[in-house]
């Protein structure tokens, strides 16, 4: 492998390095902006080894994981889910992610693209996502793509309901 990034579907194999790079980024994001005890309480429920496995064995999840520089650097997490958008053919993005140390060379967004391709591929032309409020960051990162609010949720971080925007995509599905 070189420097150039490279996208890998997760499978069982993977288990351990998706616990492990969904843990550290998650604190990496989010672990200054919430108390300790919400952010374990989040920690041991989404990114224990029989979650994650449970997510990777289940029907409509996809895992894509980038490599660069010898090592898995981020991940995101597609996923079939109509509690949002049920009248539209979509997926969502649940997670995604690069650790903090590789922020500034562009992963995030080519493992976004990867992502829209990826929804593309399997025939949906809504992606969509949940992003905190308070994370401006992503918010202007998600609209540089095109991505525009289209609602709100309640995300459940501990004991602490925060308050997610939906942001929406749409894509055109080329037919052949």
């Known amino acids: 492998m070189s420097n150039n990034p ?7 194999t993977d288990l351990a390095v998706l ?6 980024t998650f604190i990496e994001t989010y672990g ?11 920690l041991s429920k989404h990114f224990n080894q029989e979650q994650v ?4 064995q289940t029907k409509g999840t996809i895992f894509l994981m980038v490599e660069f520089e010898l090592e898995v650097v981020g991940y995101a997490k597609l996923r079939v889910n109509k509690a949002e958008f049920s009248d539209r053919n979509t997926l969502e993005l649940e997670r995604i992610y690069v650790k903090k140390a590789f922020h500034g060379k562009k992963l995030g ?18 992606l ?6 308070y994370n401006l960051k992503a918010l202007n990162f998600y609209k540089s793509w095109g991505f525009e609010i289209n ?3 309640i995300f459940v971080l501990g004991d602490e309901e925060q308050t997610d925007y939906l942001m929406t995509k749409e894509l055109k599905i080329i037919q052949v």
Do not use: F, M, R
């Open 151 to 153: 609602g709100t949720h």
């Open 109 to 126: 967004a080519y493992l976004l693209e990867q992502c829209i391709e990826k929804t593309k591929a399997v025939g949906c032309d809504l």
């Open 53 to 56: 496995l449970s997510e990777i």
């Open 32 to 42: 200054h902006q919430n108390t300790p005890e919400n952010l374990q309480a989040y």
């Open 19 to 24: 616990c492990q790079i969904g843990e550290q």
């Open 128 to 133: 969509w996502l949940g992003v905190w409020e």
């Open 6 to 12: 490279q996208i890998k579907e997760a499978t069982n």
